[in-house]
């Protein structure tokens, strides 16, 4: 109801999505650092266990190889594991000059290589050399053109004047399957994780919001005067926040109540001088007479239209005040059904739901009151008002009559201040216009328009809170 609030405030996304997606997404980065610092964990663990193994061989290796006559080695022993006698089988050894060119034959080899050679790199073979026998690991082309782990030693066999270069390899495609297995199952593991911890984070910041939307509702309450001021339980961050909720309700109705006691006190300030000058020249039948109270009559629909006006517009910054328009309508109702009842009018009234004017009673009673009044002055025989709830905490009071109704530009002249079309009908000429001043001081508003009845239509719309409940007639 009030445009120019929009000016002020600024939505900008949702507090819940903004706490849920900043700890979804500081949660998702560590499960994600967590997936793959665990899968490198895995995968170093697997290459260390595959290095140890190749390790092992080339040691049983360098015990077993002996320095033949003829300038060869010889293996003393067979390794137990078959694979190494099955060709192409993804394990091998390989003994070979240490000085040799890197494509030049083995000395000696194991069966599964069949014919084919282990190439190492230059580096690999120097990096071997410097090590004084030690284990180096690394990695090449087996002969089947799978990646190969190595172990490779250069040492001295007795026997022989040269050191040679043994090498123990292994295919590395099941270590490498046995990590991204690993590697799948963590992801898959920590996505499930994943989902619960982002169930977990929306519970955690809807129960840690749940006193912000608490209070959201009892400030909502005190507006639409269900209570007069915030109460229950809050943490202590929140205190303050209501404390000071709760005092500025209180100025707030301090300022209302210091308004309304200065209106008074002016309406009374006024009315008292003006109503002596009124008296005093009711006797005159002169000339002066006559206008001093035309002026004074002029002077109290002033007044009274000022002042009505002024306290209109501190109730409607009023928090808490309410009306219940069912009520309102059925004490208008009665009273002008017997006022006009000599005249043969129809007065029917029409309440759907129970609907709330947000404001005072004394105003809805100006309002409606004005509308009702006037149509019963002008009808022929009915007269019908109807209120309903119309969204968007508005409501919509209409009221109808079967009389000369107005055309379009009287409809707009009508409302200006002291404007009368009939001089004859009694009355200021300010029924209308006040009904036009109080609407828009609650930012509501007033149309005129054709009713179906044949007259005037007259729709108000104000601010108002809705209730269930039943249609009253």
Same mark, same amino acid.
């Given at each position: 109801?009030?445009?120019?609030?929009?000016?002020?405030?600024? @939505?900008?996304?949702?507090?819940?999505?903004?706490?849920?997606?900043?700890?979804?997404?500081?949660? =998702? +980065?560590?499960?994600?650092?967590?997936?793959?610092?665990?899968?490198?964990?895995?995968?170093?663990?697997?290459?260390?266990?595959?290095?140890?193994?190749?390790?092992?061989?080339?040691?049983?290796?360098?015990?077993?190889?002996?320095?033949?006559?003829?300038?060869?080695?010889?293996?003393?022993?067979?390794? #137990?594991? *078959?694979?190494?006698?099955? =060709?192409?089988?993804?394990?091998?050894?390989?003994?070979?000059?240490?000085?040799?060119?890197?494509?030049?034959? *083995?000395? @000696?080899?194991?069966?599964?290589?069949?014919?084919?050679? +282990?190439?190492?790199?230059?580096?690999?073979?120097?990096?071997? +050399?410097?090590?004084?026998?030690?284990?180096?690991?690394?990695?090449?082309?087996? *002969?089947?053109?799978?990646?190969?782990?190595?172990? =490779?030693?250069?040492?001295?066999?007795?026997?022989?004047?040269?050191?040679?270069?043994?090498?123990?390899?292994?295919?590395?495609?099941?270590?490498?399957?046995?990590?991204?297995?690993?590697? #799948?199952?963590?992801?898959?593991?920590?996505?499930?994780?994943? +989902?619960? #911890?982002?169930?977990?984070?929306?519970?955690?910041?809807?129960?840690?919001?749940?006193?912000?939307?608490?209070?959201?509702?009892?400030?909502?309450?005190?507006?639409?005067?269900?209570?007069?001021? $915030?109460?229950?339980?809050?943490?202590?961050?929140?205190?303050?926040?209501?404390?000071?909720?709760?005092?500025? $309700?209180?100025?707030?109705? @301090?300022?209302?109540?210091?308004?309304?006691?200065?209106?008074?006190?002016?309406?009374?300030?006024?009315?008292? *001088?003006?109503?002596?000058?009124?008296?005093?020249?009711?006797?005159?039948?002169?000339?002066?007479?006559?206008?001093?109270?035309?002026?004074?009559?002029?002077?109290?629909?002033?007044?009274?239209?000022?002042?009505?006006?002024?306290?209109?517009?501190?109730?409607?910054?009023?928090?808490?005040?309410?009306?219940?328009?069912?009520?309102?309508?059925?004490?208008?109702?009665?009273?002008?059904?017997?006022?006009?009842?000599?005249?043969?009018?129809?007065?029917?009234?029409? =309440?759907?739901?129970?609907?709330?004017?947000?404001?005072?009673?004394?105003?809805?009673?100006?309002?409606?009151?004005?509308?009702?009044?006037?149509?019963?002055?002008?009808?022929?025989?009915?007269?019908?008002?109807?209120?309903?709830?119309?969204?968007?905490?508005?409501?919509?009071?209409?009221?109808?009559?079967?009389?000369?109704?107005?055309?379009?530009?009287?409809?707009?002249?009508?409302?200006?201040?002291?404007?009368?079309?009939?001089?004859?009908?009694?009355?200021?000429?300010?029924?209308?216009? $006040?009904?036009?001043?109080?609407?828009?001081?609650?930012?509501? @508003?007033?149309?005129?328009?054709?009713?179906?009845?044949?007259?005037?239509?007259?729709?108000?719309?104000?601010?108002?809170?809705?209730?269930?409940?039943?249609?009253?007639?």
């Amino acid at each position: 109801m009030s445009p120019g609030s929009s000016d002020l405030l600024i @939505e900008r996304g949702s507090l819940l999505r903004r706490l849920s997606l900043l700890a979804l997404g500081w949660g =998702v +980065i560590l499960l994600a650092v967590g997936a793959v610092s665990l899968t490198a964990v895995f995968r170093q663990t697997v290459l260390t266990d595959l290095d140890n193994r190749q390790a092992s061989i080339a040691e049983f290796l360098l015990i077993q190889l002996e320095a033949t006559p003829d300038g060869g080695v010889a293996l003393t022993r067979d390794l #137990l594991d *078959p694979r190494f006698g099955q =060709v192409f089988s993804g394990r091998y050894w390989q003994v070979s000059e240490a000085d040799g060119a890197a494509d030049a034959e *083995p000395i @000696e080899r194991s069966r599964s290589l069949w014919d084919e050679t +282990i190439r190492i790199s230059d580096s690999l073979r120097a990096e071997a +050399i410097d090590a004084n026998g030690q284990p180096v690991a690394g990695n090449a082309a087996g *002969p089947d053109g799978e990646p190969l782990r190595l172990s =490779v030693r250069a040492v001295l066999l007795p026997g022989r004047e040269s050191p040679v270069i043994i090498i123990a390899a292994e295919d590395r495609r099941p270590s490498d399957r046995r990590v991204w297995t690993f590697g #799948l199952a963590a992801a898959g593991l920590l996505a499930g994780f994943a +989902i619960l #911890l982002a169930v977990g984070v929306v519970v955690q910041v809807r129960v840690g919001l749940s006193p912000v939307l608490k209070l959201r509702r009892a400030v909502a309450r005190v507006r639409d005067g269900e209570t007069q001021k $915030i109460s229950g339980e809050f943490p202590s961050e929140m205190m303050p926040l209501a404390n000071e909720l709760n005092a500025l $309700i209180d100025h707030s109705r @301090e300022v209302v109540e210091r308004a309304r006691t200065h209106v008074g006190n002016l309406a009374h300030a006024l009315k008292t *001088p003006i109503t002596v000058l009124s008296n005093e020249a009711r006797g005159d039948e002169t000339r002066l007479g006559d206008l001093v109270r035309r002026q004074s009559e002029a002077m109290t629909a002033q007044v009274d239209h000022h002042l009505r006006r002024a306290r209109a517009a501190a109730n409607a910054k009023a928090i808490g005040a309410r009306t219940p328009v069912n009520e309102v309508l059925d004490d208008l109702g009665r009273t002008l059904r017997r006022i006009y009842a000599r005249r043969g009018i129809t007065l029917d009234w029409q =309440v759907d739901g129970e609907p709330v004017f947000r404001g005072e009673r004394q105003d809805l009673e100006d309002l409606t009151g004005n509308l009702m009044d006037n149509a019963c002055k002008w009808a022929q025989a009915n007269v019908r008002v109807s209120a309903a709830h119309a969204g968007d905490n508005t409501i919509v009071l209409t009221v109808e009559d079967d009389g000369p109704g107005l055309d379009p530009e009287a409809r707009e002249r009508v409302l200006g201040r002291g404007v009368r079309l009939d001089e004859q009908a009694p009355g200021t000429g300010f029924g209308l216009s $006040i009904v036009s001043d109080l609407v828009k001081a609650y930012g509501g @508003e007033l149309a005129l328009d054709v009713s179906p009845l044949g007259g005037l239509r007259a729709s108000l719309t104000l601010p108002g809170v809705v209730r269930t409940g039943e249609t009253r007639h």
